[in-house]
């Protein structure tokens, strides 16, 4: 009798073992707007700069499994990066603008919150505000994302183990300002603030849950109340890097827990492609990818234990490898210095000091500076008269083009569409598009992602291979 009870118990233990999955160690990798085009630029890019055609091929493109996905979302053909966000953290599609929330606005629960509850340390990474549409899509639950208050007091009372990213959008209430900050929401629920990522060392070995953002002092002024970490291309020596973050996620992580899911997104790459700047955007994919490589050093300490999956919410901007005849000159881009956004900051400050005035040749210096106009890169004479049509706009005061995160100067933002074109890149608009986005993935699980997914299927592949108390 005992030894057929036994029997039975082993029976059912092979099977919970079998079905449940063996990964201790999830990674959810996810470049916001990255489409495929803008991995492919990355990497032609490089290649082109050692005088070759072809690929000098990223992190993520050498991982053994890749296909694609689809992203429309339950309410467009298009989606926003809360409907994708949600929809990653779920597998649930939903109404654009929504977070966390089905169309009939009932909540979801995000893989996350699941591992939560089983007992992994969780942390939830960007490159922007920690409350924006990706990362809250992970721990919040509201009606519209741009609930920025609402969105960090959910994220106050996660109890996930790590956040790091640029900052908050909205410590206060803008509604009420007497309303307790979420630094003291923080504090009331035991996490440490480290800001920047020799504060974080300092702090780490006495904290119990952490958020790491980055410190306003050093910080250049153009990024100061702005939800971003500095781009890869107006980075400074001291300012945070997505790579910085993700090291310190893993650090934390893995010496509080012994299981963990880390989400990490390089939440820039779709700000930069809104504003249709392709140097930018190759700086931010780079970013990413080192990123990447930070976690594929855990991956080969521990290989039979994790799965990496790297994908994107959307395509951001409708890029296109080719904008004329058969040609790239992607190399062209090598000459920017600055991204647009910055360049467009410096402008707007010389107009100002200036007594709301430039004058040509004080924009042909920044330009020479800052693009290498004039130089190494012509300028034909239909071009210059292009930038002096821009500059007159702006000297009668309607020089500034809107573009979702940012109010370009018109100068700037036909500096930069000029220096695209001649890289022979395109976009077809300042908006997301519905192009697939890639997928790619190693480790415990990973060959499941084979064969083109829909951003639905992608979360139930990874909570599926999440190791369970009866399989580890
Ligand atoms: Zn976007």
């Known amino acids: 009798m005992k030894k057929s ?40 890019y490089l290649a082109e700069l050692e005088g070759r055609i072809g690929r000098n091929q990223l992190a993520m493109t050498s991982l053994p499994v890749s296909s694609q996905a689809s992203t429309f979302s339950d309410s467009n053909g298009i989606t926003d990066s809360s409907a994708a966000g949600t929809c990653l953290a779920t597998g649930v599609k939903t109404t654009n603008h929504t977070l966390g929330l089905d169309p009939e606005g009932k909540p979801l629960t995000t893989i996350a919150e699941i591992l939560k509850a089983r007992g992994w340390g969780v942390g939830i990474t960007t490159s922007v505000s920690i409350d924006h549409a990706t990362p809250a899509s992970f721990y919040a639950h509201v009606e519209k994302r741009n609930e920025y208050y609402k969105i960090g007091r959910q994220l106050a009372a996660s109890d996930f183990d790590f956040f790091g990213g640029a900052t908050f959008y909205q410590p206060h209430d803008p509604k009420d300002s007497a309303t307790t900050s979420l630094y003291q929401l923080l504090r009331d629920n035991h996490y440490t603030v480290a800001r920047g990522y020799q504060d974080y060392l300092g702090k780490r070995a006495n904290a119990e849950k952490m958020v790491l953002i980055q410190k306003h002092e050093g910080l250049s002024d153009n990024y100061k109340g702005k939800g971003q970490i500095p781009y890869s291309l107006d980075k400074k020596a001291g300012d945070l890097t997505l790579p910085r973050i993700t090291s310190a996620a893993i650090d934390f992580l893995s010496s509080h827990n012994d299981r963990f899911f880390l989400m990490v997104e390089g939440g820039a790459i779709d700000w930069a492609c809104h504003s249709n700047d392709a140097a930018t955007v190759i700086g931010e994919v780079l970013e990413f990818d080192e990123a990447l490589r930070v976690a594929l050093d855990f991956y080969y300490q521990h290989p039979d234990e994790t799965l990496i999956l790297v994908t994107a919410d959307h395509e951001t901007g409708g890029l296109g490898l080719g904008n004329s005849d058969y040609t790239l000159n992607l190399q062209i881009l090598k000459n920017q210095q600055v991204s647009v956004a910055q360049l467009s900051d410096k402008l707007r400050e010389q107009y100002e000091n200036n007594g709301n005035k430039l004058k040509w040749k004080q924009v042909r210096q920044l330009l020479r500076e800052d693009l290498n106009f004039f130089d190494e890169v012509e300028i034909t004479a239909k071009e210059e008269k292009e930038l002096r049509q821009a500059l007159k706009l702006t000297n009668h005061n309607k020089g500034s083009v809107k573009t979702l995160y940012k109010q370009l100067s018109k100068l700037a933002d036909t500096a930069v569409r000029i220096l695209n074109r001649k890289s022979k890149l395109g976009w077809t608009t300042g908006a997301h598009s519905a192009s697939a986005v890639p997928v790619f993935a190693i480790g415990v699980g990973a060959e499941e992602f084979t064969g083109w997914k829909d951003n639905s299927e992608l979360m139930p592949i990874l909570l599926k291979n999440a190791a369970t108390d009866a399989s580890k």
């Open 5 to 44: 009870l036994f029997v039975f118990v082993f029976a059912v233990m092979a099977t919970l073992f079998s079905l449940a999955g063996d990964a201790k160690y999830i990674f959810y990798f996810i470049g916001d707007g990255m489409g495929a085009n803008q991995v492919l630029a990355a990497e032609m």
